[in-house]
C-alpha cells in the first residue's frame, strides 16, 4: 500500500473507534469508496494496535489501576480499589470471547444459513458480514438505540459505583460489535446510558473495557506476523503508528465534548451514512 493510502487508513480508524459511529464500517467501505485494496486482517489489526496505545496513554492512570488490580488479584501488591475494576473488566470480556469463539470455529455458520440464509463462504462467517447493506442497517439501527438510550437515560452513576451486572451488560452489548457497522464504542455507550452513567462515565468505561478485547485481537496474529513479509510488518507498524496519533487527538476531543454536549450528531451522522448506503448500493 502507498503512504497515502495507510494514512487514511489510520485516520478513518484512529476517528471512528472512539467516535460512536463504527471503526469496522468505515475500515470495511475505505476500499469500496476510494477503490483501494482491501486492507487485509494484518492492517485492521495495527490500527487496532495503535488505538490501544492511545487508550493506555490518554487513561494511563486508569490503565494502571487495571494493571494492579490484576497483580493483586494473584497475590502481587495490594490494591483492594481497584480490583472490583479489574474483574468487571474481565467480566465484561467474556461475552465477546465466547461469541468470537464460537464464530471462529464455524459453530454458529449453520444458524447464520438456516435463520439468516446467509451465504457463508469458505466458512468463515465473520468475513460473509463484511457487505455494505448489513453496514448500513447497523448504522441506522444502533444509532437510533444510542440516540434514544442517550435522550432518556439518567446520570444517576458514577464509574467507582459499577456493579458486576453493569459490567457484565455492557460487556453482552460489546459483543454485539462483532457485527460490522454497531460499533463497539457506541453500543456500549448505549448500555451505559441506558444503566444510568453519565456520558463521560461511559465513554471512559468503553475505551477501558476495549484494551483486552484489541489486546487479545492482536495475539490471535502473532502467527501470521510470524510469516509476513518485512515490507507488509512495516506497512503494519507504520499505520498503527499513524492511528496512535489520530486515535489520541481524537480521544481528548470526545472526552471533552461529552462534558457539555449529546450524542446527537453521532447519532444523526450513522442514519444519513445508512440511508445514503442503501441508496447507493
Known sequence: MTFLQMLILAVVQGITEFLPISSSGHLILVPVFLDFPDQGPMLDIAVHIGSLLAIIVYFFKDAWGLARGGFATVGIGHAPEHKKLFWW???????AVLL?????????NGVAQDWLGLAIANDD????????????????VYGILLGLAD??????????????RDGLLVG???ALALIPGTSRSGVTMTAARLLGYGRVEAARFSFLLSI???????VLIVPDLMEASSELLMEALITGVLTFIAAFGTMAFLMNFLKKASMLV??????????????MF
Open 89 to 95: 473488566i474481565v467480566l465484561g470480556t467474556i461475552p
Open 151 to 164: 435522550y432518556f437515560g439518567k446520570e444517576v452513576k458514577t464509574f467507582e459505583q459499577m456493579t458486576w
Open 100 to 108: 468470537g469463539g464460537a464464530i471462529k470455529l464455524g459453530a454458529l
Open 266 to 279: 453521532f447519532v444523526i451522522y450513522r442514519v444519513a451514512m445508512g440511508v445514503l448506503l442503501l441508496w
Open 172 to 174: 453482552m452489548a460489546q
Open 125 to 140: 462467517l465473520m468475513e460473509s458480514l463484511r457487505f455494505t447493506d448489513l453496514i448500513a442497517v447497523n448504522l441506522i
Open 212 to 218: 483486552p478485547a484489541v489486546a487479545g485481537a492482536g
